[in-house]
């Protein structure tokens, strides 16, 4: 009996002593055009902003998160001299805007949003030359998510902001100015909330499906998923955490396929032209251009065919290059409003660096089906392309006889994810993107997939009542 309370003991000791997780910052992109600075952590924060003299720079601190990588620093344009991003210290991370000699931003034109749990935007709607005095700060806290009128998630709302204002070295004072701000914007145009990507009417959450996946997931209690549906006949959804971030393996072959082919709609890049294939190109993992002879010469069609087919990572790397890199990739897809799909090294990314999310790709899929990015011949080749992808083992795995999926899987071990689009043997049709955290190469991971592949076939499979007069 003291041995088994003596163990009780040393377990709550530990529990109580272990570390909460620190939360990570996932991704971060700024819109030189737009002063606009997107942020996505894997967890809910609170930012703290403020401004500060000699020189004018806006810091953003990131309380309780991570970042997983060392100092980064860009130049954007003539206004901004420089962006940099570090951990301040071991439980706060630190992005700092620093405006070029003589410009300045007001605190009345910065606008602080939160679009998601996971994600926030942080806009400049002004930066102007004026001199500039004292130090303004502003935040967003704890005392204002329980005020009558929170802070929404959904961004055509009324949201507040707390203005907090000081003077030169003076000692900071919790007396607040609560500003309604008038309904703001991403890139400048209005966003309607039941809208998804801007061109599927929502419906209504399908609670049903939703319960039935939740008592999945707590069978699969040891498997961390996040996942995003839509139902393109009715609007109606399926969203558990599917704004998350994962790291996007061979999923972030999908939308560097898009971006292909809005070159060649474009007329910079044709499916005949040539690559060839650098040494530096060549990558493990997937794929069967690594075994060939360096200097190999393929057609664009010919790498983009094994780039999707067989996930062919030295395929992968040589669009990639053909497209200009990695930073001209992430501008296209932050130009999509993809807010969490981001390239930061190329393949084979077995470390996870490379992110997307599930409402990512499923928002990718949305712009396909309804003719944006590409035109339709571009689509309808994209699609043929999609169709072939061999890996027929997870979302594929649930569907019924007769459907068809052109997606896109990734496997990088700790991770896996599929999206895409379904269409059903009577024409139906629905957009699909999940991804699971498992225990390293556990196929557990993969039976959860199929299963809830299977569970949202059958639901939306189902006959459509109608009502008699």
Same mark, same amino acid.
């Given at each position: ?16 002593? !272990? ?7 996932? +991704? ?24 500060i ?6 810091v953003?601190?990131?309380?309780? @998160?991570?970042? +997983? ?17 570090a ?8 992005? #700092? ?8 931003v007001?605190? %009345?034109? #910065? ?12 806009k ?9 005095t004292?130090?303004?700060e ?7 998510? =329980? =005020?009558?009128?929170?802070?929404s998630?959904?961004?055509n ?19 607040? @100015?609560i500003n309604?701000?008038?309904p703001?914007? &991403? ?7 039941s809208?998804?990507? $801007?061109?599927?009417?929502? $419906? ?17 209690s ?5 996942? *995003?549906?839509? /139902?393109?006949?009715?609007?109606n959804?399926?969203?558990? !955490?599917?704004?998350?971030? *994962?790291?996007?393996? +061979? ?5 560097i396929?898009?971006?292909? *082919? ?6 910079n ?15 493990? $993992?997937?794929?069967?251009?690594q075994?060939?002879r #360096? ?5 664009v069609? %010919? ?5 999707i +087919?067989i =996930?062919?990572?030295?395929?992968t ?31 084979g990314d077995?470390k996870?660096t ?21 035109s ?22 649930g569907?019924? =006889?007769?459907? &068809?999926?052109?997606?896109? @899987?990734?496997?990088i071990?700790? #991770?896996? $994810? /599929?999206?895409?689009i ?6 139906k ?5 999940? *991804? ?11 039976d ?17 009542? @109608?009502?008699l007069?």
């Amino acid at each position: 009996m003291k041995l088994r309370w003596l163990l009780l003991s040393l377990i709550s000791i530990l529990l109580l002593s !272990s570390p909460a997780r620190a939360t990570q910052l996932e +991704s971060w992109h700024f819109d030189p055009i737009h002063n606009q600075l997107d942020l996505t952590t894997d967890s809910g924060i609170q930012p703290r902003v403020f401004l500060i003299n000699n020189p004018k720079r806006l810091v953003i601190d990131l309380s309780g @998160t991570t970042f +997983s990588y060392p100092t980064i620093k860009q130049n954007f344009g003539s206004k901004i001299q420089e962006i940099r991003v570090a951990q301040l210290d071991p439980q706060t991370t630190r992005l #700092v805007i620093e405006l070029a000699p003589g410009y300045t931003v007001s605190p %009345q034109s #910065v606008i602080v949003r939160r679009d998601s749990n996971f994600h926030w935007v942080v806009k400049l709607s002004s930066i102007e030359k004026m001199p500039a005095t004292g130090i303004v700060e502003w935040g967003i806290g704890a005392e204002e998510e =329980s =005020s009558q009128t929170p802070i929404s998630i959904t961004p055509n709302l009324q949201q507040k902001r707390k203005v907090l204002l000081f003077q030169n070295k003076a000692p900071l004072q919790n007396i607040a @100015t609560i500003n309604k701000l008038s309904p703001p914007d &991403i890139l400048t145009k209005p966003i309607n909330a039941s809208m998804f990507a $801007g061109v599927v009417p929502l $419906g209504e959450e399908i609670l049903q499906l939703k319960s039935q996946i939740n008592a999945l997931m707590t069978r699969y209690s040891f498997l961390k998923p996040g996942m *995003f549906f839509v /139902d393109l006949e009715t609007g109606n959804y399926l969203d558990i !955490s599917g704004d998350k971030v *994962f790291p996007a393996a +061979s999923t972030i072959k999908f939308p560097i396929l898009i971006a292909l *082919f809005e070159r060649i709609d474009a007329g910079n890049i044709k499916l005949n032209d040539t690559l060839v294939m650098r040494r530096d190109l060549v990558a493990s $993992g997937s794929g069967d251009l690594q075994y060939q002879r #360096v200097g190999t010469k393929l057609t664009v069609l %010919q790498t983009i065919n094994k780039m999707i +087919s067989i =996930s062919d990572n030295t395929a992968t790397n040589m669009i990639i290059d053909r497209l200009g890199g990695k930073a001209k990739l992430n501008q296209r897809f932050h130009s999509w409003g993809l807010k969490n799909t981001v390239i930061r090294n190329l393949l084979g990314d077995f470390k996870g660096t490379n992110t997307t999310s599930p409402a990512d790709l499923v928002k990718l899929s949305a712009l396909i089906q309804y003719h944006k990015l590409i035109s339709d011949a571009s689509r309808s080749q994209a699609i043929d392309i999609l169709n072939h992808c061999h890996n027929k083992k997870l979302l594929a795995a649930g569907l019924g =006889s007769g459907a &068809i999926i052109a997606h896109k @899987t990734g496997d990088i071990g700790f #991770v896996i $994810g /599929d999206a895409g689009i379904v269409e059903m043997p009577n024409g139906k049709r629905y957009l699909a993107g999940i *991804f699971v955290r498992r225990p390293y190469n556990d196929t557990r991971g993969r039976d959860f997939v199929r299963q809830v592949s299977q569970l949202v076939y059958t639901y939306l499979d189902q006959p459509k009542l @109608t009502q008699l007069p």
